[in-house]
């Protein structure tokens, strides 16, 4: 089973501060999910990468195969980016279910 | 804008009572996943079904649950006896065809209390 580990567990920055969060994985995979749960626990899709860099407005998510590690970035941070980040992984082999890490908690503070 | 459905949103029950948790998936996606979330384990692959069939349920306690899907546009969760350690967030996500799932559509949660 693979192990999906994140970091940090809770980050608090300030408004306009670039953000880092860290996922890696035990076990090679097809792909890998970032997640948001807003504090409403409404779980949103912000990206599926498999290899490279994906960019979406303030947010960029890498991956690095060879490393089982992918970072999810977020620049020019805002309030309304306060939210749990969860990273998963799809593991292949025709399985399509996630495992998931146990998120990060982000608050960013005006 | 489509998007997944899921009833009841909250449920209150006794223990040993039966639960039915409902998904709408999005219409044309043919895969479906249910999820679990608890604050101690986070949030965890139940079962899923690909064009109604169940490819996954390694996840799901087999002697109390059971996932089905009727019909392409309805898929449930039935607990049966529930138990307090049932009580989470029940997520459906359904996820459209394809090579793979690009991207997972998640329904808004049932939130389940067994007392």
């Known amino acids: 089973k693979n192990e999906v580990e994140q970091s940090p567990q809770n980050l608090t920055a300030q408004e306009g501060e670039f953000i880092t969060i860290n996922c890696s994985y035990s076990v090679g995979i097809s792909a890998l999910h970032w997640l948001q749960q807003h504090p409403g626990g409404g779980i949103v899709s912000l990206f599926m990468l498999s290899s490279g860099k994906k960019k979406h407005g303030r947010l960029i998510a890498t991956i690095n195969i060879q490393e089982k590690h992918s970072s999810l970035h977020i620049t020019a941070s805002h309030p309304r980016d306060s939210a749990v980040y969860i990273c998963a992984v799809r593991s292949g082999g025709g399985a399509d279910g996630l495992t998931f890490g146990k998120g990060t908690h982000l608050i960013i503070q005006p | 804008d489509a998007r997944v459905t899921q009833t009841p949103r909250h449920k209150v029950t006794e223990m040993g009572q039966e639960v039915t948790m409902r998904c709408q998936p999005i219409l044309g996606h043919n895969t479906v996943f249910w999820y679990r979330q608890t604050m101690m384990q986070g949030l965890e692959l139940l079962a899923y079904?690909?064009?109604?069939?169940?490819?996954?349920d390694s996840g799901m306690p087999k002697d109390r649950f059971s996932a089905e899907m009727p019909d392409a546009t309805l898929a449930t969760l039935k607990i049966q006896p529930s138990e307090p350690r049932d009580s989470a967030v029940y997520f459906c996500a359904s996820g459209p065809p394809g090579q793979g799932v690009e991207t997972q559509y998640f329904g808004p949660g049932t939130r389940l209390l067994v007392l």
């Open positions: 079904f690909r064009n109604r069939a169940p490819l996954d």
